[in-house]
């Protein structure tokens, strides 16, 4: 049943375009983006982020992900990110 809903939701969505939106739902739309990034960038400065951070550290596989706030490339293990995205070296 999941499954099907699922497959629902994804046909919906490929064959939705913003052309076919009314404006006001675009705007909207617009709004609840730039929300969610203001409040991810913020959230990424307080000090329960470092949970987040060294979880991150801890357990990711080496590569390139994105996590909104900080700046790590994840291949090298003895650098931690600050809570501005800056690198500084482990002691």
């Known amino acids: 049943m999941t499954h099907q809903a699922t497959r629902q ?3 919906f ?3 939705t375009s913003l052309s076919h939106m009314p ?6 739309a617009k709004y609840f983006v730039l929300d969610y990034l203001g409040v991810a960038l913020r959230g990424s400065l ?3 982020s470092a949970t987040v951070r060294a979880f991150v550290d801890r357990f990711a596989p080496p590569g390139h992900a994105t996590i909104i706030g900080i700046v790590k490339l994840m291949e090298n293990r003895s650098q931690t990110p600050s809570p501005r995205g800056k690198l500084r070296g482990r002691e």
């Open 13 to 15: 969505v490929v064959s």
């Open 46 to 48: 307080v000090d329960s």
């Open 23 to 28: 404006d006001e739902v675009v705007d909207r």
């Open 9 to 11: 939701l994804a046909e």
